[in-house]
């Protein structure tokens, strides 16, 4: 089975409400009130039409400047957020590595963790069974997996974390600037099994501001920039591009405004 | 002053890598799970085509299957925490219900002169289920809100969290009618073969408190007073059904009212097969199920016309 992603027109709008929940008391207010704008809602658009497809072999990098709509991009594929036009389609298992340790239960342990998890991945009791070791083994904790988590160090939450999301046979991996947590052995170590997983999935979409790895493991780039595409094409020129037309540009916009 | 010779904005946006010359095949469904069993590609869709309500509750509890272990995992942690580092603890789900009938009967067999025995079983029929009820609504108001921290991190259907509240509480309640039943036998009473029948009355309960605790639910994230305000009104609740006085104890012009309660056809179910041991009419089989069917077509109603948006609400 071959992997695609395809996304027609999607925009996705986020609605900043001063207050999130206006509450009854005020709903009725406003209700009665002719001022609309009084609603304190702030629109911006995260994402503004994106038409994109993504076929099996490409190892997608995204780059961009804070907010530029990238981990959203991430998000509305996944389909935390549904765009309100447009429409996506996915053909393929997705495993996102968007947010590691989601769900994490601290009173609980690291191998009812591991399953919670796994769970909220989506994936099956049976799975987890299969892959319990094998995640044990990689975040190397076994002498601990069965005391609850809140006695783990950082370090450890994070290989834990890490290995959770790492163990897995995904034919669409979508990461969010995920770092490799713990010693510098661990890190050797996730960096390796990152490459491996980057070779056996189909599509890789990886968010990263560590341009340095995304030449290196990608072999398309896509600029975003304030919600839009901007270009999509070869690495080595769409990170320069990046760096000469929007990091430059906005260097030099924030010395100007600086300088007024 | 270093004048920037182009903008961004003014750019010529580039649409697309490769723009895709395949049809993309028109599915209906909406999920983002890849559907394993068929090989389906799934589709996310902005606007999914109208499509038939029960079309729509069908499509949403078929997605559970895909967190089925999931929604097992909450339940289960959710009542191992509940317990947790006590000494006793899942007997404590038995224990609790005990003690608080007894403090029940000996309070109210006092003040109504009642035989302790009979009116400890009569209080319990009433008390368990509605201990079920109202602590699903109060918990299930604030099940999508305070799941703020899983939504937006990982895809999981609206109508999780709701369900894992009632899904908790249901078994708790089970626990806790299987405490009774033992206790009832331990003080010689007689038991009925209705209590056969209590399955029945389980499930329908559970279907018309998972359809007004997802109703709620999705309220309580446009109105947070919602989850406050529920909590008086159950209180309120409380006294206004025949939970600790009978129905007969009721001045005769208001029996009326006190029988539209949606809540006391719920109770008197209870009470029927449990305490008085009869066979419900059929009457009072057909209101509460009546009442779970409107409760559940009201919280899918609901949650239909707000899912997408919920997202951005929270």
């Given at each position: 089975m071959t992997a695609e992603i395809t996304i027609e027109n999607a925009s996705l709008r986020f609605r900043i409400y001063r207050n999130p929940s206006p509450g009854l008391k005020e709903s009725v207010i406003r209700s009665f009130s002719k001022n609309k704008s009084a609603q304190s809602v702030i629109e911006f658009d995260a994402l503004k039409n994106i038409n994109l497809s993504i076929y099996g072999g490409t190892r997608l990098g995204i780059v961009g400047l804070n907010g530029a709509g990238k981990s959203t991009l991430l998000k509305m594929i996944v389909g935390i957020y549904p765009p309100q036009v447009g429409r996506i389609h996915v053909h393929g298992k997705i495993t996102p590595m968007i947010e590691l340790g989601t769900g994490f239960d601290y009173e609980l342990s690291g191998r009812e963790n591991i399953y919670l998890n796994g769970a909220l991945l989506g994936r099956s009791y049976k799975q987890m069974k299969q892959l319990e070791a094998e995640i044990t083994d990689f975040s190397e904790l076994a002498e601990m997996i069965d005391l609850p988590i809140k006695y783990y160090s950082s370090g450890m939450l994070g290989r834990l974390a890490f290995s959770i999301g790492a163990i897995v046979d995904p034919d669409i991996l979508l990461l969010d600037e995920i770092f490799a947590a713990g010693d510098a052995h661990f890190v050797q170590k996730s960096v390796n099994r990152l490459r491996e997983i980057f070779s056996t999935s189909q599509i890789v979409m990886l968010v990263s501001h560590d341009l340095e790895q995304i030449k290196d493991l990608c072999n398309k780039v896509m600029v975003l920039h304030k919600g839009s595409i901007v270009k999509i094409g070869e690495p080595k020129e769409m990170i320069d591009y990046y760096l000469k037309e929007i990091v430059h540009f906005e260097h030099n916009a924030n010395l100007a405004h600086a300088h007024t | 002053m270093p004048q920037p010779e182009t903008t961004i904005e003014s750019k010529n946006i580039i649409p697309a890598v490769e723009t895709s010359d395949k049809p993309v095949a028109d599915v209906s469904?909406?999920?983002?799970?890849?559907?394993?069993?068929?090989g389906n590609a799934v589709s996310i869709m902005a606007l999914p085509h109208k499509e038939n309500f029960f079309v729509y509750i069908w499509r949403t509890v078929n997605e559970l299957r895909y967190v089925k272990f999931a929604l097992a995992s909450f339940v289960v942690n959710s009542l191992r925490r509940r317990y947790q580092?006590?000494?006793?603890g899942f007997a404590w789900s038995l224990l609790n219900p005990l003690l608080m009938m007894i403090v029940l009967t000996t309070v109210f067999s006092l003040i109504f002169?009642?035989?302790?025995k009979t009116y400890g079983i009569f209080i319990f029929t009433g008390m368990l289920p509605w201990t079920f009820i109202s602590e699903s609504i109060a918990a299930g108001c604030s099940s999508i809100t305070s799941a703020e921290n899983f939504m937006k991190k990982v895809y999981i259907p609206k109508i999780f969290f709701p369900l894992v509240t009632v899904s908790t509480e249901v078994i708790n309640f089970s626990l806790g009618l299987v405490s009774m039943i033992a206790l009832a036998l331990l003080f010689g009473l007689q038991l009925h073969?209705?209590?056969?029948l209590l399955p029945i009355a389980i499930a329908i309960t559970f279907f018309f408190t998972f359809g007004l605790s997802l109703a709620l639910a999705v309220g309580t994230v446009y109105f947070r007073d919602i989850a406050h305000f529920v909590r008086v009104i159950l209180t309120c609740f409380f006294y206004l059904?025949?939970?600790?006085?009978?129905?007969?104890?009721?001045p005769e012009k208001y029996v009326g009212f006190f029988q539209a309660n949606p809540f006391s056809h719920f109770i008197n179910l209870y009470r029927q097969i449990i305490y008085y041991g009869n066979l419900p009419t059929g009457q009072e089989w057909l209101n509460p199920i009546l009442l779970a069917i409107a409760s559940l077509c009201l919280g899918f109603f609901i949650l239909r016309q707000k899912e997408k948006d919920i997202i951005f609400r929270l």
């Amino acid at each position: 089975m071959t992997a695609e992603i395809t996304i027609e027109n999607a925009s996705l709008r986020f609605r900043i409400y001063r207050n999130p929940s206006p509450g009854l008391k005020e709903s009725v207010i406003r209700s009665f009130s002719k001022n609309k704008s009084a609603q304190s809602v702030i629109e911006f658009d995260a994402l503004k039409n994106i038409n994109l497809s993504i076929y099996g072999g490409t190892r997608l990098g995204i780059v961009g400047l804070n907010g530029a709509g990238k981990s959203t991009l991430l998000k509305m594929i996944v389909g935390i957020y549904p765009p309100q036009v447009g429409r996506i389609h996915v053909h393929g298992k997705i495993t996102p590595m968007i947010e590691l340790g989601t769900g994490f239960d601290y009173e609980l342990s690291g191998r009812e963790n591991i399953y919670l998890n796994g769970a909220l991945l989506g994936r099956s009791y049976k799975q987890m069974k299969q892959l319990e070791a094998e995640i044990t083994d990689f975040s190397e904790l076994a002498e601990m997996i069965d005391l609850p988590i809140k006695y783990y160090s950082s370090g450890m939450l994070g290989r834990l974390a890490f290995s959770i999301g790492a163990i897995v046979d995904p034919d669409i991996l979508l990461l969010d600037e995920i770092f490799a947590a713990g010693d510098a052995h661990f890190v050797q170590k996730s960096v390796n099994r990152l490459r491996e997983i980057f070779s056996t999935s189909q599509i890789v979409m990886l968010v990263s501001h560590d341009l340095e790895q995304i030449k290196d493991l990608c072999n398309k780039v896509m600029v975003l920039h304030k919600g839009s595409i901007v270009k999509i094409g070869e690495p080595k020129e769409m990170i320069d591009y990046y760096l000469k037309e929007i990091v430059h540009f906005e260097h030099n916009a924030n010395l100007a405004h600086a300088h007024t | 002053m270093p004048q920037p010779e182009t903008t961004i904005e003014s750019k010529n946006i580039i649409p697309a890598v490769e723009t895709s010359d395949k049809p993309v095949a028109d599915v209906s469904f909406v999920s983002p799970f890849h559907d394993e069993i068929s090989g389906n590609a799934v589709s996310i869709m902005a606007l999914p085509h109208k499509e038939n309500f029960f079309v729509y509750i069908w499509r949403t509890v078929n997605e559970l299957r895909y967190v089925k272990f999931a929604l097992a995992s909450f339940v289960v942690n959710s009542l191992r925490r509940r317990y947790q580092r006590s000494v006793l603890g899942f007997a404590w789900s038995l224990l609790n219900p005990l003690l608080m009938m007894i403090v029940l009967t000996t309070v109210f067999s006092l003040i109504f002169k009642r035989d302790p025995k009979t009116y400890g079983i009569f209080i319990f029929t009433g008390m368990l289920p509605w201990t079920f009820i109202s602590e699903s609504i109060a918990a299930g108001c604030s099940s999508i809100t305070s799941a703020e921290n899983f939504m937006k991190k990982v895809y999981i259907p609206k109508i999780f969290f709701p369900l894992v509240t009632v899904s908790t509480e249901v078994i708790n309640f089970s626990l806790g009618l299987v405490s009774m039943i033992a206790l009832a036998l331990l003080f010689g009473l007689q038991l009925h073969w209705t209590i056969l029948l209590l399955p029945i009355a389980i499930a329908i309960t559970f279907f018309f408190t998972f359809g007004l605790s997802l109703a709620l639910a999705v309220g309580t994230v446009y109105f947070r007073d919602i989850a406050h305000f529920v909590r008086v009104i159950l209180t309120c609740f409380f006294y206004l059904i025949p939970i600790v006085y009978p129905l007969s104890a009721v001045p005769e012009k208001y029996v009326g009212f006190f029988q539209a309660n949606p809540f006391s056809h719920f109770i008197n179910l209870y009470r029927q097969i449990i305490y008085y041991g009869n066979l419900p009419t059929g009457q009072e089989w057909l209101n509460p199920i009546l009442l779970a069917i409107a409760s559940l077509c009201l919280g899918f109603f609901i949650l239909r016309q707000k899912e997408k948006d919920i997202i951005f609400r929270l």
